[in-house]
């Protein structure tokens, strides 16, 4: 008698926008193709790059997506910045990035748009930073006290990190002003993905944020009567994006009301190539306020196969065996099949156009605990399974 490995599944769709309603304005210049903050200045688009790249701020025509200037900031190296942001009078840059959780340079560049208004050479004041809570400096890849987001709050700068291990972002709190700060805890959120980026509309008082899965599924968060000392405590509200699988990294919004998000070149040949890229959405607040009541209903729900009888999704394998067998039952349309490590990494992706109901070969996986994930086009199905 075959004895099999049933394996529990976690559901991770979100409510999302129909893909017509997030326009995709096209593909970055590759000068930016590392694409890490985003802000909306003078109707124009300032970016930068991430880790051990120039230390420069390009400005890019939003109709045209062209390079129009190149700003050089003369006393600084680009470590690992992550964000960007602004206040009235000055420009903002997180060079805040720590994926291994061992740095003690953090620091925010604080550029007068005075200077930067008439000069493609700046000067930057420093504002440098450790965090509260963090005691141990060792190397460990992906720690928790990594970061990408960045904010300005009235008269404090607010980081938010990226936690690898928790799946969850952390805020803290320090002075706009040159000098050496300790970062204080101000409140934290389980977001269950990884936050890459953030921008603050004071005239609303609500922040927005986006970021990505572990499976690479990007995502929207809006939260709502933001204060200093409880940044999460409003509505929260999470939709994914129906962008596909994109390395979503930064978030700025004009006057208007019109979101621009900047996706980061990713590559995984020869499973997927996904180039930077630069889409633009306007939030509809009627849809936002229907979800949250949908959203208040799922959670009195005690049994969560109940609510979703459409989507379903069961692993099974005999125990030595080196093929995974499975059922997926779902009305919804499925665009992709991949294979995940603990760690979030894709190890094998697979189209549609090739996905069949034959056993799915694991030879090849060495062992470990691995994620088979569908992804559809309102969210993501997957389940666990071990390679034995």
């Known amino acids: ?37 985003l802000i909306y200045y003078n109707n124009k688009l300032i970016t930068h790059n991430d880790s051990d790249t120039a230390p420069e701020l390009y400005e890019l025509d939003p109709l045209t997506l062209s390079i129009t200037r190149t700003i050089t900031i003369s006393n600084a190296l680009n470590i690992d910045w992550e964000d960007i942001t602004q206040d009235e009078n ?95 805890r101000v ?51 999470k939709l994914s994006l129906a962008i596909g699988q994109a390395q979503v990294e930064a978030i700025t ?7 621009y998000i900047t996706s980061e070149e990713y590559s995984n040949p020869p ?14 607040e009627d849809q936002v306020e229907e979800e949250e009541e949908e959203k208040e209903e799922e959670e009195v729900i005690d049994n969560p196969s109940e609510f979703d009888q459409s989507t379903d999704l069961v692993l099974f394998k005999t125990f030595d065996s080196s093929y995974l067998n499975y059922s997926l039952k779902t009305d919804k349309t499925v665009v992709r099949m991949a294979i995940f490590d603990s760690m979030g990494r894709m190890v094998s992706s697979t189209p549609l156009e090739n996905m069949t109901d034959e056993p799915i070969d694991l030879s090849t996986l060495s062992p470990s605990l691995y994620y ?15 390679r034995n």
């Not at 075959?2 to 000068?31: C, E, H, R």
């Not at 009235?154 to 706009?176: C, F, H, M, R």
């Not at 922040?207 to 995502?219: E, I, K, N």
């Not at 088979?372 to 071990?386: N, R």
């Open 1 to 37: 008698m075959k004895s099999y490995l049933l394996i529990s599944v976690f559901l991770l769709t979100m409510t999302a926008w129909a893909q017509s309603d997030i326009s995709a304005l096209g593909n970055l210049p590759m000068q930016v193709n590392e694409t890490s903050g």
């Open 90 to 184: 000055y420009i903002y840059v997180g060079d805040i990035g720590n994926n291994s959780g061992n740095r003690q340079d953090l620091s925010i560049l604080k550029i007068a748009k005075a200077d930067f208004d008439v000069s493609n050479l700046v000067t930057a004041e420093i504002i440098s930073f450790t965090y509260e809570d963090q005691t141990i400096f060792e190397t460990a890849q992906n720690s928790d006290f990594d970061a990408e987001s960045l904010f300005v709050m009235n008269d404090e700068l607010i980081v938010l990190t990226k936690q690898w291990q928790s799946l969850g972002t952390v805020a803290y709190a320090l002075p706009k002003i040159p000098g050496v700060f300790v970062a204080e």
């Open 187 to 237: 409140d934290a959120y389980q977001i269950d993905g990884l936050v890459t980026g953030a921008t603050y509309d004071s005239a609303t008082n609500q922040l927005f944020l986006v970021g990505y899965s572990q499976f690479l599924a990007p995502f929207f968060v809006q939260i709502t009567d933001v204060g200093p000392n409880s940044i999460f405590n409003g509505n929260i509200n």
């Open 253 to 259: 919004l004009n006057s208007e009301g019109l979101f």
């Open 271 to 284: 499973i997927l190539n996904s180039p930077s890229q630069l889409y633009s959405f306007s939030l509809d």
């Open 372 to 386: 088979l994930s569908f992804f559809l086009v309102d969210g993501v199905i997957s389940a666990p399974f071990l």
